[in-house]
């Protein structure tokens, strides 16, 4: 079964500052994860439940899953960096 991704009004204003280049790689990356959000370039955060995180590239994809009704909500898009962290 298929996840629902949801991604926050702050997260889709990340995206829309990024290079269309970028954008349209990261659009193809959320609709993997709503297919498998364990697969590819993933690490979960450490001291958190359900949050993770997935490299693309130069950015980082953060993420929280809610198991229970297979739910990805997508909150944070950023530039890889020493400020990431």
Same mark, same amino acid.
Request: glycine content about 6%; proline content about 5%.
């Given at each position: 079964?298929?996840?629902?991704v949801?991604?926050?009004?702050?997260?889709?204003?990340?995206?829309?500052?990024?290079?269309?280049?970028?954008?349209?790689?990261?659009?193809?990356?959320?609709? @993997?994860i709503?297919?498998?959000?364990?697969?590819?370039?993933?690490?979960?955060?450490?001291?958190?439940?359900?949050i993770?995180?997935?490299?693309?590239?130069?950015?980082?994809?953060?993420? @929280?899953?809610c198991?229970? @009704?297979?739910?990805?909500?997508?909150?944070?898009?950023?530039?890889?960096?020493?400020?990431?962290?």
């Amino acid at each position: 079964m298929p996840w629902r991704v949801i991604v926050d009004p702050s997260a889709v204003k990340q995206l829309l500052r990024l290079p269309k280049k970028d954008i349209l790689r990261i659009r193809f990356i959320l609709t @993997e994860i709503g297919n498998n959000p364990f697969s590819g370039d993933i690490r979960k955060m450490k001291g958190e439940d359900s949050i993770w995180r997935r490299r693309v590239g130069s950015y980082w994809i953060k993420y @929280e899953l809610c198991l229970s @009704e297979n739910i990805v909500y997508i909150f944070d898009i950023e530039c890889r960096g020493s400020n990431t962290y």
